[in-house]
């Protein structure tokens, strides 16, 4: 998966609560178990104003102009603020890739549920976790103009706002070592190749008829 180390990225504010898994992805769209082509059908229900189906040009689509990622201001958008329990709902993994394949980097919102938290770090989609008066303010300074853009550290675990604010969050050790170096769970195995050709050699030797 792509590292994350820095990110100076636009803004889209998504000014709902309670944010579940079908609202992110609608259940008609899961037909596939690959990670890409989920991007055009984020928010589906919310974006377009016709009911969408597998295998439609989206391209042809009436948009819902008030919805904010149809919006000019916010095209090209690669971090999102949320709020309160983003994610809640049924735990299918195609919600954070809908979200990666859209174009989002990092997720911020006071809250997340348990598993599309724990979903977004296997791709590399950063969540993170700011107090709701901090979220209060993020949302009022990007929607009072366009161009709102954040900076995210993860080395150093800060958010940083244009007035210069500087928001620290917190990640274990462990994901952000595998987000710091693009690791998915495969990557972490092949980290110790060589350790596992030693053991299955060995084992070819102790146990031959096992690999007749």
Known sequence: MKAFQTLDGL?????????DTDAIIPKQFLKSIKRAGFGPNLFDEWRYLDHGEPGMDNSTRPLNTEFVLN?????????????????CGSSREHAPWALEDYGFRAVLAPSFADIFFNNCFKIGLLPIVLPAE???????????GAGYRLTIDLAAQVVVAPDGQRYGFEITAHRKHCLLNGLDEIGLTLEHADEIRAYEATRRQQQPWLFA
């Open 134 to 144: 901090v979220m209060d303010r993020l949302f009022a300074q990007c929607e009072a």
């Open 11 to 19: 803004v889209c504010p998504l000014d709902r609560a309670n944010v």
């Open 71 to 87: 919006q000019p201001r916010y095209q090209g958008a690669q971090i999102l603020l949320c709020r309160e329990n983003f994610g």
